[in-house]
């Protein structure tokens, strides 16, 4: 092998390890102007109580855990409730314009709702953006036979 091909192969090498570095610093979390992982946060549903008599009221709290505090998807979206007896719910909220590092999500949503019939139910939580979900949650809710049934 002359000269000239040892170059181009040892070119060629050289940049199959650079572009594995360049694949390898791609996997690497974000990191938002704080120097934290620009990460998802995790969303977490929990009716309380979880068992119940009908008629039954239950308080359903969403959590948004970890992540960054300025994640994009979930600035400012729509909150749709999917309870699971026919019912459902949305609130969209106006907020200011995002701005990266400076705009903060909101982690916690909590809201009521009666189950007046005895049966099983699962309840849906969806964070929406431009009525696409980014986010979502379920839990289960059973409700027993009051003294009327």
Not at 54 to 60: A, F, M
């Amino acid at each position: 092998m002359d000269n000239m091909h040892r170059v181009v192969w040892a070119g060629v090498f050289a940049f199959g390890l650079c572009a594995g570095v360049t694949a390898t610093a791609a996997q690497k979390p974000e990191k938002d102007s704080k120097g934290q992982d620009n990460q998802r946060p995790k969303l977490t549903l929990k009716a309380t109580p979880p068992i119940g008599v009908s008629p039954s009221l239950v308080v359903v709290t969403a959590e948004l855990q970890g992540g960054a505090n300025d994640f994009e998807e979930y600035y400012c979206p729509t909150i749709q409730w999917e309870w699971g007896d026919d019912a459902q719910s949305e609130v969209t909220s106006d907020c200011e314009p995002y701005e990266a590092g400076k705009s903060e999500i909101r982690r916690r949503f909590t809201t009521e709702h009666v189950f007046r019939r005895p049966g099983s139910y699962k309840v849906f939580f969806r964070l929406k953006r431009h009525n696409k979900a980014v986010g979502s949650a379920s839990t289960n809710v059973q409700i027993q036979p009051g003294a009327g049934f």
